[in-house]
T-cell receptor
């Protein structure tokens, strides 16, 4: 069951522009959301997170927005840099569960 | 370096065989998670152990089993292997079991079943 969905398998943007990666979820019990970045031949690494009590969290060039009513979150990267090229996974967890669910990932390519 | 160690990095085997994947969590982490990433698939949650006890099960096949040992390292056993079991298997660890904890991932074991 795909409780976390990333409907765009890939995204290509120009260096310096904004990258917007989207994620939808179906489980209303999710209360914590995370984004992970994965480079080839490496495991995913944590990027940024947001609690369900907030609607925005910012860390440098990365901002995550949460719309609970729409069960949607997005990751904004601005300005995008070639080093940001990677696969980005959206993840969600619920306090009454002991597992974290991941989306299928979006491959971001930032062109110089 | 995440501090999570997975061995082996690559494993090639034949259908019907059995393999064991090993994971050592970050120092101090009590939780170990196993995930499977197949081609074009996201990270599928398999199982979660905390301090030696199973805490949650995901889409783990009956042919697969796992355990966490007293020294907190974990092993994922895959038996009666099929071609479709070919995937990248990740182990992750965290301090506890709270939903607001981030996971630290190993670099994965690439399993190829021929």
């Amino acid at each position: 069951d795909q409780q976390v969905k990333q409907n765009s398998p890939s995204l290509s943007v120009q260096e310096g522009r904004i990258s917007i990666l989207n994620c939808d979820y179906t489980n209303s019990m999710f209360d914590y959301f995370l984004w992970y970045k994965k480079y080839p031949a490496e495991g995913p690494t944590f990027l940024i997170s947001i609690s369900s009590i907030k609607d925005k969290n910012e860390d440098g060039r990365f901002t995550v927005f949460l719309n609970k009513s729409a069960k949607h979150l997005s990751l904004h990267i601005v300005p995008s840099q070639p080093g940001d090229s990677a696969v980005y996974f959206c993840a969600a967890s619920a306090n009454n569960n002991n597992d974290m669910r991941f989306g299928a990932g979006t491959r971001l390519t930032v062109k110089p | 370096d995440s501090g999570v160690t997975q061995t082996p990095k690559h494993l090639i085997t034949a259908t019907g065989q059995r393999v064991t994947l090993r994971c050592s969590p970050r120092s101090g982490d009590l939780s170990v998670y196993w995930y499977q990433q197949s081609l074009d698939q996201g990270l599928q949650f398999l199982i979660h152990y905390y301090n030696g006890e199973e805490r949650a099960k995901g889409n783990i096949l009956e042919r697969f089993s796992a355990q966490q040992f007293p020294d907190l390292h974990s092993e994922l056993n895959l038996s009666s292997l099929e071609l479709g079991d070919s995937a990248l298997y990740f182990c992750a660890s965290s301090v506890g079991t709270l939903s607001n904890e981030k996971l630290f991932f190993g670099s994965g074991t690439q399993l190829s079943v021929l």
